[in-house]
């Protein structure tokens, strides 16, 4: 599976090759020792370069994300498609989050594969929180596709100001808001080990 390029040498926005349900698909190379003070160095984060699907946030429009179908969906049916040689090294990361439902104090959650924050894709706005650091590459990242379309994107980050809603970036990159239960665009993203080798372009 992996050959080629060592990921610590893949350059942030490059993209690299990852095999999911046995198809090479295109991820983006989004920082290497991501979230470093939680992981420790050597773990590098990639981002689908496309969106998977689309689909809700949560289905009893809770916005919880350690409990929402989103992040179930990731952990499981999705990281089931991964090679098993990626899912051998992928682990766990540890990620900045709001727990939400009303609880709006940042803290840490601890997963294989998650979704960005809105923070990470380099947005702000009063009514969602600060989670991490925003990627040297959120400008390529701010506007996700799928079959060849813009699609609206989730992000991992709870609206503060209500339990119902949570934060996506529209087609035109602009962040924005939606009930829990509306379906949009899948982004997965994830960390490896910066020693795997990986297919790239």
Known sequence: LFAGTLLSAATPGSIVKLKENGKLVEFYVGVHS????????????????DCYDTRQWHSS???????????????????NLLDADIRGVIGTTKIKYTPGNGNNTVGTLERAIFLLSATELNRSASWFNVEGTALEIASS????????????????????LGTDIAV?????????NGLCTRAS?????????????VLND
């Open 34 to 49: 991501y979230e470093s003070s939680l992981n420790g160095a050597g773990r590098t984060l990639v981002v689908r370069k």
């Open 141 to 160: 990242l701010q506007i996700a596709y799928m079959n060849g379309s813009a699609v609206v994107q989730w992000t991992r980050s709870p609206d503060t």
């Open 168 to 176: 996506y970036l529209s087609t035109d990159g602009d962040v924005s």
């Open 185 to 197: 665009g899948s982004r997965p993203a994830f960390t490896l080990p910066s020693t795997v080798e």
């Open 61 to 79: 429009n809770v916005n919880a994300y350690a409990s929402s179908a989103i992040d179930s969906w990731l952990n499981g049916t999705y990281k």
